[in-house]
């Protein structure tokens, strides 16, 4: 079996967490997620700095996947500053088959999404404008490599435009 990377990366609050999750749902055991917060906060509960205990066992879970499942999803902020390392692993790793998202939205959205989050007590809109990346994208800016997720889109449509870009994709195998 053949699997396909799926990369969504964008500033806290922008929705990747909750697209990731919607997206497995949809293909169930077809799907692994792999979520940066939970390798980071729960499983190591590590900062986030580069090369971190986190990144090493998300690679592993990532080479575990792979032929396993059809769709890996791989989920987070992951600046390139930190997470270089991780990133050049995946690209590798997935030469042709995968998708590659960034969250494109201003950080006046990124607040009012993450007022609605659980988790939002958990840090203030100062700490989110503390760690707040401008459009710290992968490729260059106008690339078809990288697909940008704009503000306006809702959650149904969202995960629709992925399923619809991973069938397509699939498809051209």
Not at 91 to 119: A, G, W
Not at 128 to 150: A, C, Y
Request: with cysteine; net charge neutral.
């Amino acid at each position: 079996m053949e699997s396909m990377l799926i990369l969504l990366r964008g500033n806290s609050g922008s929705g990747k967490t909750t697209i990731a999750k919607a997206v497995q749902h949809v293909f169930g055991e077809e799907a692994v997620l792999i979520s940066q917060d939970v390798f980071r906060r729960e499983i190591f509960c590590v900062k986030d700095t580069p090369n971190n205990l986190a990144s090493g066992l998300m690679k592993e879970a990532v080479l575990y996947a792979k032929g396993k499942v059809p769709m890996i999803l791989v989920e987070g902020i992951y600046s390139r500053e930190k997470y270089q390392d991780f990133l050049d692993f995946l690209m590798k790793l997935f030469p042709q088959k995968k998708l590659v998202y960034y969250f494109d939205l201003s950080f006046e959205e990124t607040v009012k999404r993450h007022q609605t989050r659980m988790q939002r007590d958990y840090f203030s809109e100062e700490a989110m404008r503390k760690w707040w990346l401008e459009r710290d994208l992968l490729f260059p800016k106008g690339s078809s490599e990288e697909r940008l997720i704009k503000e306006g889109l809702t959650i149904a449509e969202t995960v629709d435009q992925i399923i619809a870009d991973y069938q397509e994709t699939r498809r051209s195998d």
